[in-house]
C-alpha cells in the first residue's frame, strides 16, 4: 500500500535519480552507520562501517526493482535487512578467505522479503529512522518558511529558549514571536505529513507520527496545549537525531 | 711396493696442500685484497675531498674578492648579497671537505666509521629541524624536491601534502624573479609552490582541474607564477608561515574559560572570520569562487599581520564557467545543496557559486566558535558559550540557498557590525544590517497574514537592485540584426532572492547569460538563412534570391558605412590594423534606452614590466583619451599604484565572460558586445594587447562601444587613431 509520494520517490530510486539517492542517504546515512557499528562491534572498524554503508546504498540500488510491495516489509525493515546482508556477507567473506574457501552466497530476498513487520527490528532502530524522517522534514521546512520565522521557530522550539528572549533577540513583541513560529508549526506539519508518506511502505509506518505525540492533522478547535505537545515531540526527536548524528561525525573523523 | 706408497703419500700430501690453500689462503686472499681496497678508498677520499676543499677555497676566493668586492664598489647591494651567500656556501664545502680528509676518511680507515656517522648523518639533520622561534619546525629540503627545479626559484624545503595529489615546496625566489615579482607589486618573500607531475604520481583529471582557473586567480594577485608543460604544471602562491585556523581552534579553546571563548578568544575568531570573508568578497568580485573552505585551508599567519590566509586554489572555479557543477568539496564544510544540484547535472553559472562559499564560510565559523564540526548541516547549534547575533550569523550563512547571505559584502557587514561593539553578547540580532532593513512593525504586519505554505520573500535579505538587462531577441533573420525586449520588473519573482556575486550577475534562473544567447540568436539567424530557398526553383525563389543579393551588398555597404565593423586605421604590420572599431552593441545599448556613460574601461593585457616607450606611447593615448572627455577606469598604465579593488574586479569578470575568444576576432566582439549590455555603466572599451606580428612592440588596440555618447565616441576612435598613427613618428 505505497503512496502517491513513496511510488514517486521509488520510482526516482530506480530510474538511478542520483539526487534521490543523495537524499536517501542523506536522510538515512547515520542511522544505517549507527545499526552497522551495532551490529559489527568488535568485528568491524570504522573504515569498514563507511565503506560498507556506501555498499548498502548499492545494494538499495540494486534491490529497488525487485521491491514487492505484497510483502508487506516496512521501509525502515527493507533499509535496516539491507545493512545487514551487507555486513553479513562482508564477514562471510571474511571468515571464507580466512578458511581460504569460497563462500555460500547469500539471498537479500530471502532476508528482507519475507521479513514481517517487526521482526527482527528493536525499537531504538525504529525510533532512529522515525527521527530521521523528522529532522528531513524540518530541513524541507526551513527551505519553505521565511527565513526570519523559521529561526524564530528553532530559537523558541530546537533550542529552547524562552519566547521573551526571542522576542527581545528580534527587536519583536512575544505574541509576534508566537504567530510567526504557528506558521512554521503549520508548514512543518505538512512537510512531516509529506516526508512520512514518501518513506513508509506500511500503514504502521504512516502511523507513527501519532504514536510520537505528533498529530499532523490538528482540529480547528485545537488549543495551544496541542501545539506545545507538538513542539516538544520535535524538540526532542530532533536532538536525539543530533545527538546520533554528533556520534556519527565523532566515530567518522576517528 | 715401497714406491707405490711413496706415490700414495705423495698424492695424499698433494690433495692435502690443495685443501688447505682451498680453504686458507683463497680468504686470506680476500682479505688482502679488500684491504687492499679499502686503502684504496681511503687514499681516493682523500685525494677528491682535498680536490674539493681547494676547488672550494679557490672558488669562495673568486667569490668573496673580484665579485663581491666588484658589486660593493659598484654599489650593488643585492648582488653582494648574493655573493655572499655563494662565498658562505664554499666556505662551508670547504670545511666539510677538511673534516673528511682530516677526520671522517682515518676514522673510516681505522674502522671507526659507526662512530663519526652520528656527527656526519644524524647531528646536522637534528640541528636543521630545530624549531623556529614561532614553534613550528622549519620546512626541511628533501633529495626529491632539491631534484624538482623550478626556473627561478631555489626549494629550501617541503610541506605535507594536501589530499589533491600535489606536492608542496617552500622556495625563494632568485634575483632576477624577485625583482620581475617586485615589479608586479608583490613582496619577493619565500613562496610555496605546488606542483602536480606526471612522473611522481598526478593524474592529468587533477591537473586540468588545478589549470582551470588558475590564470583568473592570477589576476587577481592569488597566484604569483605558474607554468603548465606536457610533463607538469605549478604554481606559486605567497608563503604564509603559521599555523591552520583548526589548530589555531584548539588553541583558542584550551586558553578559554571553557565552556566556549573567552572575550579575547572571541575577538579573535570574529578577526579571523572577518578575514576569510573579506577574501572571498575579493574572488567572488573577481568572478570566481574558492570551492573548498575548511579551517585547514585558512592559515592564521604567526608573525606580522596575524591575518587569517585563505590557501589552496585546487578547486577555484569560474562563477561563469559552462562545466556541469561537481562534488568536489570537503563533508561538513561543503553545502548539501550544492551536492544535491551537481547530481542534477546543473551547470555552473546556473547557480550561484559564491553562494557555497558563503556556506562554507559559515561553517567555518561554526567550528571556530563551537571546536567540533557542523554535523548537522544548518541545523547544527552551538551550544557553548557565544554570542546571540554569531549564532544568528552562522545560521544566517547557512540557511538554505536561497535564503542566506547574498553577498560576502553582507556577511561581512554583520561580522564587522559584531567586532565593532564593545560587547558582542549586548548585540542583539536584530542591530545586525542585515536585519535593520526589517522593521518590526512590517514584520509584526507579515506574521498578522494568514499562514501559506508558498515560500515567502527572504525578509531579512536586504532590498538590491540588480543589474536587468534584457532578453536579446534576433529582429531580423537575414542581417542577424538584433534588438533588446523592455527590462523586466525584478519584482516579478520575488521569492528568489537577487543574485549576487562580485559583479553584476543577474539570477541565472531568469535567463541565460548574454553571451549564451548572442551565439545561441546567431545558430537561429544561420538556421533561418539555411532554410531559406536558393532560387532556380520558381519565379518567386529567383526573386528572393535576387532581394536576397541586393539585401547582403546593402547590409555589407551599410556596414561599412556605418562603421559596424571598422578594421584598420593603419595597416603598420603585414596586415594586422593598429586600431579594431567594434560598434556591435552600440544600437542594442541604444535600443535599451539607458543614459549615456563617458566611463571608458581600460584592460591591459601588454606583460610587465612594460618598456618605457611603450608606457610612454599609452600614458600619451590615455592622456588623449581624456582629453577627448572619458572618464578612465580599469588599469591604465598612467594609473598611480595599484587600481581600485572594484576596477580590477570588473576587468576580470569581462576577462572571464569573453574567454577563450580574443578581443580582436567577431566571437570576442560579440562576447564585448554582450558584456556592454549587461553593463550599461560602462560607455566603452579600450583594450590594449600585444600584436605578436609588430616587431616594434607596440600594442594592438581594440576599441568597443557601449553606451558612450556619439559625439565622444568618435572623439576617442579619433584620438586612438591619431595615436597609432602618430607613434611611428614620435
Excluded at chain 2, 236 to 257: C, F, N
Amino acid at each position: 500500500m505505497l503512496t502517491p509520494l513513496t511510488t514517486g520517490f521509488v520510482k526516482r530510486l530506480r530510474s538511478n535519480d542520483q539526487a534521490a539517492w543523495f537524499e536517501l542517504w542523506e536522510v538515512f546515512g547515520p542511522v544505517v552507520r549507527a545499526q552497522l557499528s551495532k551490529w559489527g562491534k568488535g568485528r568491524i572498524g570504522v573504515e569498514t562501517v563507511r565503506d560498507l554503508s556506501q555498499e548498502t546504498l548499492a545494494a538499495l540500488s540494486e534491490s529497488i526493482d525487485r521491491y514487492d510491495p505484497a510483502r508487506g516489509a516496512r521501509f525502515s525493515t527493507w533499509l535496516l535487512a539491507i545493512a545487514r546482508h551487507v555486513l553479513s556477507d562482508e564477514l562471510d567473506r571474511r571468515g571464507a578467505s580466512k578458511r581460504g574457501g569460497s563462500r555460500k552466497a547469500s539471498s537479500l530476498e530471502e532476508e528482507w522479503m519475507a521479513a514481517a513487520p517487526g521482526a527482527g527490528v528493536d525499537a531504538q532502530y525504529e525510533q532512529q529512522v522515525f527521527a530521521a524522517k523528522v529532522v528531513a522534514a524540518v530541513v524541507a521546512t526551513g527551505k519553505e518558511a521565511d527565513f526570519t520565522d523559521f529561526s524564530i521557530y528553532a530559537m523558541r522550539v530546537l533550542e529552547g529558549k524562552p519566547g521573551k528572549d526571542v522576542a527581545s533577540a528580534l527587536g519583536i513583541s512575544e505574541p509576534t514571536v508566537s504567530r510567526r513560529a504557528a506558521r512554521v508549526r503549520d508548514i512543518l506539519r505538512i512537510k512531516l505529513a509529506d516526508v512520512i508518506r514518501t518513506y513508509s511502505f506500511t500503514q504502521d509506518e504512516l502511523d507513527e507520527a501519532a504514536r510520537n505525540g505528533i498529530d499532523l492533522t490538528p482540529k480547528q478547535d485545537a488549543v495551544a496545549a496541542d501545539d506545545q505537545l507538538f513542539d516538544e515531540a520535535v524538540a526532542e526527536i530532533h536532538h536525539r537525531q543530533a545527538e546520533l548524528r554528533r556520534a556519527d561525525q565523532s566515530a567518522r573523523l576517528e | 711396493m715401497n714406491s707405490i706408497a711413496i706415490y700414495t703419500l705423495g698424492l695424499l700430501a698433494l690433495i692435502a696442500a690443495f685443501v688447505v690453500a682451498a680453504v686458507v689462503l683463497v680468504p686470506l686472499a680476500g682479505g688482502v685484497v679488500w684491504l687492499l681496497a679499502h686503502v684504496g678508498r681511503f687514499i681516493a677520499g682523500v685525494f677528491v675531498d682535498s680536490l674539493r676543499f681547494v676547488g672550494a677555497v679557490i672558488l669562495s676566493f673568486i667569490y668573496g674578492v673580484p665579485l663581491l668586492l666588484g658589486a660593493v664598489v659598484i654599489g650593488r647591494w643585492e648582488a653582494v648579497r648574493h655573493f655572499w651567500r655563494a662565498a658562505d656556501q664554499e666556505i662551508y664545502r670547504a670545511l666539510a671537505c677538511l673534516y673528511r680528509v682530516c677526520i671522517g676518511h682515518p676514522a673510516r680507515l681505522l674502522f671507526l666509521g659507526g662512530l663519526t656517522e652520528g656527527f656526519e648523518r644524524r647531528f646536522p639533520e637534528v640541528v636543521a629541524a630545530t624549531p623556529g622561534p614561532d614553534g613550528a619546525p622549519p620546512p626541511v629540503a628533501s633529495a626529491s624536491s632539491r631534484r624538482a627545479g623550478f626556473e627561478g626559484y631555489e626549494i629550501v624545503g617541503t610541506l605535507a601534502p594536501g589530499g589533491s595529489g600535489a606536492r608542496l615546496y617552500v622556495a625563494q625566489p632568485d634575483e632576477a624573479k624577485a625583482q620581475s615579482l617586485r615589479k608586479a607589486g608583490f613582496a619577493p618573500g619565500k613562496v610555496v609552490i605546488k606542483c602536480f607531475s606526471l612522473s611522481e604520481g598526478s593524474t592529468l583529471p587533477q591537473i586540468v582541474r588545478e589549470s582551470r582557473s588558475l590564470d583568473a586567480a592570477r589576476r587577481l594577485g592569488l597566484i604569483l607564477d605558474h607554468e603548465l608543460t606536457q610533463e607538469r604544471f605549478f604554481y606559486v602562491m605567497p608563503y604564509v608561515p603559521g599555523e591552520s585556523l583548526a589548530e589555531v581552534t584548539k588553541r583558542l579553546h584550551a586558553a578559554g574559560p571553557g565552556d566556549g571563548l573567552g572575550a579575547e578568544q572571541l575577538a579573535a575568531a570574529i578577526r579571523h572570520a572577518i578575514d576569510l570573508v573579506e577574501a572571498l568578497g575579493v574572488y567572488h568580485r573577481g568572478g570566481l569562487w574558492h570551492k573548498d573552505v575548511k579551517p585547514d585551508n585558512i592559515i592564521v599567519a604567526t608573525g606580522g599581520d596575524g591575518r587569517a590566509h585563505l590557501v589552496d586554489f585546487g578547486l577555484v572555479s569560474s562563477l561563469r564557467s559552462s562545466m556541469t557543477l561537481t562534488t568536489h568539496g570537503t563533508e561538513y564544510f561543503r553545502d548539501p545543496e550544492l551536492v544535491r544540484r551537481a547530481l542534477q547535472g546543473v551547470k555552473v553559472h546556473e547557480v550561484d557559486g559564491a553562494r557555497f562559499d558563503l556556506y562554507a564560510a559559515g561553517a567555518v565559523l561554526y567550528s571556530v566558535l563551537e571546536g567540533s564540526f557542523p554535523a548537522h548541516g544548518g541545523l547544527s547549534q552551538i551550544t557553548r558559550r557565544c554570542p546571540e547575533s554569531l549564532k544568528w550569523i552562522v545560521r544566517r550563512a547557512m540557511t538554505d540557498y536561497d535564503r542566506r547571505y547574498a553577498s560576502a559584502d553582507e556577511f561581512l557587514a554583520d561580522l564587522r557590525h559584531v567586532r565593532d561593539a564593545a560587547d558582542p553578547f549586548a548585540v542583539p540580532p536584530f542591530h545586525l544590517p542585515s536585519l535593520r532593513d526589517v522593521a518590526p512593525e512590517s514584520a509584526a504586519a507579515s506574521a498578522a497574514t494568514p499562514p501559506s505554505p508558498a515560500p515567502p520573500v527572504a525578509a531579512a535579505a536586504p532590498a538590491r537592485s540588480p543589474v536587468q538587462p534584457g532578453r536579446i531577441r534576433v529582429a531580423n533573420w537575414w542581417s542577424g540584426r538584433m534588438e533588446i525586449d523592455p527590462v523586466e520588473s525584478p519584482q516579478h519573482s520575488p521569492t528568489r532572492a537577487p543574485f549576487a556575486g562580485g559583479s553584476p550577475l543577474v539570477d541565472p534562473a531568469k535567463r541565460r547569460p548574454a553571451a549564451e544567447q548572442l551565439a545561441s540568436a546567431r545558430a537561429r539567424v544561420d538556421a533561418a538563412r539555411g532554410r531559406m530557398p536558393r532560387g532556380g526553383g520558381n519565379a518567386r525563389g529567383v526573386d528572393l534570391a535576387l532581394a536576397g543579393g541586393v539585401l547582403a551588398c546593402l547590409v555589407a555597404g551599410g556596414a561599412i558605412g556605418l562603421g559596424l565593423v571598422e578594421l584598420g586605421s593603419s595597416d603598420h604590420a603585414g596586415n594586422t590594423p593598429r586600431v579594431v572599431v567594434w560598434d556591435t552593441a552600440a544600437s542594442l545599448v541604444q535600443q535599451a534606452g539607458r543614459a549615456t556613460s563617458a566611463q571608458l574601461l581600460v584592460i591591459n593585457d601588454l606583460k610587465e614590466p612594460l618598456p618605457e616607450e611603450v608606457r610612454s606611447w599609452l600614458v600619451g593615448l590615455e592622456r588623449a583619451l581624456a582629453n577627448a572627455g572619458a572618464r578612465l577606469t580599469g588599469e591604465p598604465a598612467g594609473g598611480e599604484g595599484v587600481p581600485p579593488e572594484d576596477a580590477l574586479a570588473r576587468v576580470a569578470a569581462l576577462r572571464l565572460s569573453i574567454a577563450p575568444a580574443t578581443p580582436f576576432e567577431p566571437e570576442g566582439a560579440n562576447r564585448l558586445a554582450a558584456w556592454l549590455v549587461e553593463h550599461p555603466e560602462v560607455g566603452g572599451i579600450v583594450w590594449a594587447a600585444a600584436a605578436v606580428d609588430d616587431p616594434s612592440g607596440m600594442p594592438r588596440l581594440t576599441l568597443a562601444k557601449g553606451n558612450m555618447d556619439d559625439a565622444m565616441w568618435v572623439r576617442v576612435v579619433n584620438a586612438a587613431k591619431d595615436r597609432a598613427a602618430g607613434e611611428s613618428t614620435e
